[in-house]
T-cell receptor, first 108, second 112 residues
Framework: LAKTTQPISMDSYEGQEVNITCSHN???????ITWYQQFPSQGPRFIIQ???TKVTNEVASLFIPADRKSSTLSLPRVSLSDTAVYYC?????????FGAGTTVTVRA | DGGITQSPKYLFRKEGQNVTLSCEQN?????MYWYRQDPGQGLRLIYY???????QKGDIAEGYSVSREKKESFPLTVTSAQKNPTAFYLC???????????FGPGTRLTVT
């Protein structure tokens, strides 16, 4: 399993863009990058998944450079309800590792 | 309404007792998972099942057991051999490996 490194926490304000970078230096050729969001006392929720370049959906964008050794989740114009823990997962199989994640706190 | 359910939401047990946590899904997904989450920590994989009648140990399987007799159901038994069972337990299902995982609401187990 590729090891991932994310910041422990990040602070932001409503309306700002939040970018969370995940390092995964030993990513394998077949590995995908997946991000989940978790609110307290709830199960994680899938946000986005990508393999290379850029992926965008209705809630976030995922930027993956050519070497794929890192990835950046971008949350546009965050609101208070985006306060949560965000997990970066790297793999291509059933066993995926949820690390400690990044706690994002959005303030008014 | 498709989804994944876990019951009960809260569970209290005395030390030395086995306890079974329920997980049911009607999304018709082949893969199911059990995770454990401790306060302030990420999720750790206990067991996973790729298909009915098959399951594999995750990273922290000791003291736990599972069964997968039906596609819809993946119960987890926390045995008395689990040294520190108090935790938040999450069940998930997915169409396959590395597919989007859909999580249940979780069961908070307290053992005293």
């Amino acid at each position: 399993l590729a090891k991932t490194t994310q910041p422990i926490s990040m602070d932001s304000y409503e309306g700002q863009e939040v970018n969370i970078t995940c390092s995964h230096n030993n990513i394998a050729t077949n590995d995908y990058i997946t991000w989940y969001q978790q609110f307290p006392s709830q199960g994680p929720r899938f946000i986005i998944q990508g393999y290379k370049t850029k992926v965008t959906n209705e809630v976030a964008s995922l930027f993956i450079p050519a070497d794929r050794k890192s990835s950046t989740l971008s949350l546009p114009r965050v609101s208070l309800s985006d306060t949560a823990v965000y997990y970066c997962l790297v793999g291509n199989d059933y066993k995926l590792s949820f690390g400690a994640g990044t706690t994002v706190t959005v303030r008014a | 309404d498709g989804g994944i359910t876990q019951s009960p939401k809260y569970l209290f047990r005395k030390e030395g007792q086995n306890v079974t946590l329920s997980c049911e899904q009607n999304l018709n997904h082949d893969a199911m998972y059990w995770y454990r989450q401790d306060p302030g920590q990420g999720l750790r994989l206990i067991y996973y099942s790729q298909i009915v009648n098959d399951f594999q140990k995750g990273d922290i399987a000791e003291g736990y057991s599972v069964s997968r007799e039906k596609k819809e159901s993946f119960p987890l038994t926390v045995t008395s051999a689990q040294k520190n069972p108090t935790a938040f337990y999450l069940c998930a299902c997915a169409a396959g490996g590395n597919y989007e995982q859909y999580f249940g609401p979780g069961t908070r187990l307290t053992v005293t």
